[in-house]
């Protein structure tokens, strides 16, 4: 627990967030940093009463600034031959564009385990609250050891093209600890971390930040054993259900495409062809951290 605590920001070292139950056991960030956020927090508390509850629940047209949640092109791209069966791994990243945080909490205080609801704030330029919503749920992730929110995000490879159909019943919802883990690009808009706890309180991504999960982290996989050689596509889409609010959801998804072809010996092998198109360096997917 110590040893984990000393590898802040904002070096990360020797942090791989879910790697192994082990690297990933209590930690994220947490403890020493987590007053660093606590100002926000009493900000927002401070909202809370300065708003009356029924115009939070109303929803509503709000001033306030939204995220706009999109995926960075798929890195990483390996096959590993694992129990007998061959699986995709692959580093994935989401990053926010938007005007405002994605930002969210639990309903009520987290104790142990187990699942409640998850709340999105949307906050204004002044860092008033201004909307909240219930859209996802916090759960304890027992292999990460640490709280997910459900329905961040859906993994998929389709045979032949994006829009062909979904090979070997690969299509998987995952959970993910939001947090700040790198800058998308060099003058990203908010130059300081505010989300690194995966301990149930606040996640989020900041505006220019990405959340990436890396290829050797437990559930970054698709199982792909006996697919035929052939050309097909890795799906990676942000909010797949749209559940999130944020100002777009036709801009959510990323993919890579990879030549699968099965040498003498039979083992799989891939080959990168191509990416969906992306509009900066960091959504390409350059500023990707390979840890
Ligand atoms: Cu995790």
Known sequence: MKGCMSAGPPAFAGLNRGVTPLASAGCCWGGSHRWEW????????????????????????????????????????????????????????????????????????????????????????????????????????????????????????????????????NSIKVTFCLIDWYKLDDNSKTPERTYFDCSGTYQGISVGWVDQYHQATEGQQLDITALPAGTYYLMSTANPDGTFLEKSTTNNTAWVSFQLSRPSNGNAKIEVTGHSSCDTPGMCGEQSPNR
């Open 38 to 169: 606590r100002p926000l927090w009493i900000a927002g508390a401070a909202a809370l009463i300065a708003v009356a509850p029924d115009s939070l629940r109303a929803g509503g047209p709000s001033k306030g600034l939204l995220p706009d949640i999109r995926t960075v092109v798929p890195q990483h791209l390996n096959v590993m031959n694992e129990h007998q069966r061959e699986i995709l791994r692959f580093s994935n990243g989401i990053a926010n564009t938007g005007d405002g945080p994605w930002r969210m909490r639990p309903l009520f205080p987290v104790s142990g385990a187990g699942t409640q609801d998850a709340v999105q704030e949307i906050l204004d330029a002044s860092g008033n609250l201004v909307q909240e919503k219930v859209v996802s749920q916090y759960e304890f992730h027992e292999q990460h050891n640490h709280w997910h929110i459900g329905n961040i995000a859906l993994f998929e490879v389709r045979a032949g093209s994006p829009t062909g159909p979904v090979v070997g019943g």
